[in-house]
């Protein structure tokens, strides 16, 4: 039995990960730290949030008092690390986020496991003495490949090319310092693009098809050729799980879909299924009427190329033969099943993703889109 701490646990994945472990590990304690951002929505935890062995404290992972309590106070044995500010669009034009929570928070968190773990336990034991330290870390750190390249494996040298990933790659290599140097129990996981539930609609797949709803333009950056590896995002939180009990310390597991899309494709994909949709269920139209499917016309139209994203990597793809062979990971969810799955989860919770796009999100997307935007 394990006591989880989980950072960001309100947000895309690690909201999806508390739902995975409650529910495979029913007799674990989790508690979730998030600092409620803009990214954050306590909403996400709604199905857990009354079970008795589930906690959620809204704070700051930069809070190193608060966490060292958290440690204490609930006698966690296992922390897993989610909570950063996540889209790149955003670090271009505001990288100073990124380096607080990602970088600097990390670090603060660093310092309280050492301190509640290592250098002061009030508890003795066993639950202490085998703590873990995951970090949640992402493939944009390796950098960018071009269409022959061989897909990153953990040995491919960092070379983060956007703020956002030049700041996960420096918390990458101070969990790495804190096991070298100070014996912190650490497993870090390099993950591909995740999609699925509760996905923030800032992102290119619930973007796409909360466009598609509203009848708004689909935003192709550059040329659309750009290649993203997709992953179905229960997929990635059972792949934690296995380097969370079988995984070494001190090493690094990538994680990845095997499923190789250009976006221009995979907008064109979700279009298809959307329409498909409309087709089959006529309640559609009438619960969105814009929708340029809700008068059975195609949305191709909306497809727009607009100006690139500076530094855009032009590839990315994950060969995670390591964590294969050493833990038995492979994707469970096809990539038809798994954006099937989602495109019916956004159809279905529309009062969500309104909720998550007014206010703030909205002021930012106006003011992205005045910055770099055609
Ligand atoms: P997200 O932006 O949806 O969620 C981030 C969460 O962290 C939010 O709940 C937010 O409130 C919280 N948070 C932000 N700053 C905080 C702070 N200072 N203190 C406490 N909580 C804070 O992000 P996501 O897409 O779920 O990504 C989660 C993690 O996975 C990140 O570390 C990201 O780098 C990594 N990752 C993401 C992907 C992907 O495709 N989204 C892929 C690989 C790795
Ligand atoms: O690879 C893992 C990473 O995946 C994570 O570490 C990041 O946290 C996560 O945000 C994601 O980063 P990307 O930049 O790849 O995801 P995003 O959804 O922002 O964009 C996917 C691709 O689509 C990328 O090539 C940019 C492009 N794009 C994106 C948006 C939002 C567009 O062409 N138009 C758009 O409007």
Redesign the pocket.
Known sequence: MKNILVTGGAGFIGANFVHYWMEHYPNDKVVVLDALTYAGNIANLDSVKDKDNFTFSHGDIGDQALVESLLNDHNIDTLVHFA?E????RSITGPDAFIETNIIGTYSLLKAAKKIWIDNPKRTGEEVKNHRFHHV????VYGTLSATDPAFTENTAYAPN?P??AS?AASDHLVRAYHHTYGLQVTTSN????YGPYHFP????P??ITNILHDKA?????D?Q????WLYVEDHAYGIDLVLNKGRVGENYNIGGNNEWA??D??KAISLLVEKEFQKDLSLARRFPKALNAIAQTTKSLITY?QD?PG??RR?AIDATKTKNELGYFPKESFQTGIAKSVQWYLNNEAWWQSVMDGSYQDWIKEQYSQFHN
């Not at 996540?86 to 669009?89: A, E, N």
Request: hydrophobic letters at 30%; glycine letters at 4%.
């Open positions: 950063a996540s889209h790149v669009d870390s992402t493939d944009e956007s956002y990933s996960k993950c591909s693009n995740n800032e992102k290119l797949i973007l796409v689909l935003p192709i950056y550059g659309g750009q290649i993203r590896d976006n221009i995979i907008v607009v994203r855009h990597d990315y």
